[in-house]
């Protein structure tokens, strides 16, 4: 339940503090006091969409926080809580929009998105605006009201999870046929590209490889004389440097005979002595090894330019023209086996087909056992409601795709199941067209209700089908903008009834002009502009006993107020 409502700097609202109860609120107001505002400014906490043409002019930012009951709201504490937002018993939602078009949004202090901050509104909430019962006129809306009524919501996961999967598929079948028709304008292509590289086979690394052996058969001459010069000079040639490292080597020793200050130095000599030797064998080494071979040296050379040619072609490198024949190769290899991939693609889907085609039928099947009772029930509340001879229906009707089918498979392969020997059109909602049909006078035969009912009988409707939803909705609070739109008198007094009754499994907060609905508020509001000259404000004010007494008084009088007024208005509240 919403516990208390804070706005501040929000179109006529200065500042607005209000504590709300459980049961019936009901809210009062001369027309252009500012009721509608009030229901913007909750709709704007709730995740609705926000301008900053609503910022209260002179001021910096609008804010509106409201503070929540959430305990046993199990579907809210699930949402915080993946979400990594503290959670208790309390929720405060609160919602900042300032001049410079920035939006803001918190819950328990804690910023997050706009549309977690719907996500959660949606499941705090069930806000039915002006103009919200409109939404019986729209026929594809009835086969949400009948989900919600039946508590179809595993049923409805269950058969949108294969639906999607079953989507899916025909998503990949359909790109396995562009790709198909491309492939087939481009196969012969590929398969020259193909035999042209393969001819080379290049390899990863070669190049370099090949390039490397190219440097040293092209500096051959060189190589042999300078490691031959080398090796002279080192080992072989007169006063060697292995010679002369020799003599040296024996003089520190006689020095260190005489004086161990020379032992790190003899032992350094003897190390440089075999260094010297070493590098000599390894100069010797290579030098025996030294090819002169003109005729590798061609092939290196034909096959460097080979690489050259094909890296020109396909993509200026050794890597991106092998990643080349890699795609090439697995498009070339999807185009020969495009048949055997569609037929798995189509087993696929056959055996999807029949998961969802049974998800279906036994969606329908709930559907049509709610649509008998939510018949029942709408009748009965409508009665309640002053419409005694009402008749209510509601048609569960599919389309069948028998027209429509080629080849043994309908024209719209991707949004059909089928239910024994026939198939039926399909969407994300199942195989059923859902709409409501009434009668509201003896005799006359039931029609879509978009086509009878008068703006009174829809808000009648409206509320009949949340009276019958009653039971099973878990949403905490109902907001009611003028409900009672196009009904009076007795009519009001049965609305205001029924709200009444509402009120005892949800909150309700309620706007309405009918006195016989004010009469019953467990407890009431009055919305009143303020003008001081200069500026006009919109605040809310809780009513006392007397108090309310009067505004019931106002409703049914006008203005004035007599004792008269004032006695009826007590007689329609039940006071003494």
Avoid: W
Wanted: charged letters at 30%.
């Amino acid at each position: 339940m919403l516990r208390t409502l804070y706005i501040k700097h929000y179109a006529l609202i200065e500042e607005i503090s209000v504590e709300f109860e459980r049961g019936l609120n009901i809210l009062t107001g001369e027309t252009g006091a500012g009721k509608s505002i009030l229901i913007d400014a909750l709709s704007l906490l709730l995740g609705d969409r926000a301008s900053i043409e609503i910022i209260r002019k002179g001021s910096e930012k609008a804010t509106v926080e409201g503070t929540f009951v959430v305990s046993g709201v199990s579907r809210v504490n699930s949402l915080l809580k993946d979400n990594e937002v503290e959670s208790s018993n309390e929720l405060i939602v609160r919602r900042e929009i300032s001049i410079k078009g920035q939006n803001r949004c918190f819950l328990n202090d804690s910023p997050v998105s706009l549309a977690l901050l719907k996500e959660v509104g949606d499941a705090l909430v069930d806000l039915h605006g002006q103009h919200d019962h409109q939404a019986l006129l729209h026929p594809e809306t009835h086969i949400d009201f009948l989900d919600d009524f039946g508590g179809h919501v595993t049923l409805l996961a269950e058969y949108r999870q294969s639906y999607q999967k079953l989507s899916a598929l025909f998503s990949k079948k359909r790109d396995l046929r562009e790709q198909e028709h491309r492939l087939k304008e481009k196969k012969d292509l590929y398969e020259f590209q193909m035999k042209e590289i393969d001819a080379v086979n290049p390899q990863i690394g070669e190049e370099e490889t090949l390039e490397a052996d190219l440097k040293i058969l092209e500096n051959a001459e060189k190589l042999n004389a300078l490691t031959s010069q080398l090796h002279q000079l080192l080992y072989d040639g007169e006063s060697s440097v292995h010679d002369n490292l020799v003599q040296a080597r024996k003089q520190i020793e006689l020095l260190h005979e005489i004086d161990v200050a020379f032992t790190d130095a003899a032992g350094e000599a003897r190390s440089a002595e075999i260094i010297v030797e070493e590098l000599s064998k390894f100069i010797h080494a290579y030098h025996a090894k030294i090819e002169f071979n003109p005729q590798k040296l061609e092939q290196i050379r034909e096959r460097l330019g080979q690489f050259s040619l094909l890296k020109k072609k396909y993509g200026g490198t050794l890597e991106s023209l092998l990643e080349h024949r890699r795609k090439i190769g697995a498009e070339f290899s999807l185009a020969e086996n495009f048949e055997k991939d569609l037929a798995a693609i189509d087993a696929a889907v056959s055996n999807e087909r029949k998961v969802c085609s049974d998800a279906a039928q036994k969606l329908t099947a709930k559907r049509l056992d709610a649509a008998k009772k939510i018949e029942k029930a709408i009748v009965a509340s409508l009665g309640e409601l002053g419409i005694a001879n009402a008749k209510f229906s509601v048609s569960v009707e599919h389309t069948s795709l028998v027209n429509s089918v080629k080849n043994g498979s309908p024209t719209t392969i991707d949004a059909f199941v089928r239910i024994g020997k026939e198939s039926f059109e399909a969407s994300p909602k199942g195989i059923d067209n859902v709409e409501f049909f009434l009668s509201t006078n003896v005799g006359e035969d039931v029609k879509p209700l978009v086509k009878v009912a008068s703006g009174g009988e829809v808000s009648r409707v409206m509320l009949a089908l949340k009276s019958a939803l009653a039971q099973s909705d878990k949403v905490p609070l109902l907001i009611f903008d003028e409900i009672d739109v196009g009904v009076s008198g007795r009519i009001g007094q049965a609305v205001g009834l029924s709200l009444k009754k509402l009120s005892a499994l949800h909150q309700i907060i309620a706007i309405t002009h009918l006195p016989q609905i004010a009469g019953l508020a467990d407890t009431h509001f009055a919305v009143e502009k303020i003008e001081d000259g200069k500026r006009t404000t919109t605040r809310l004010r809780k009513l006392d006993i007397d108090e309310r007494v009067r505004e019931v008084a106002k409703l049914m009088s006008g203005e004035k107020v007599t004792e008269a007024g004032l006695k009826s208005a007590k007689e329609l509240m039940g006071l003494k």
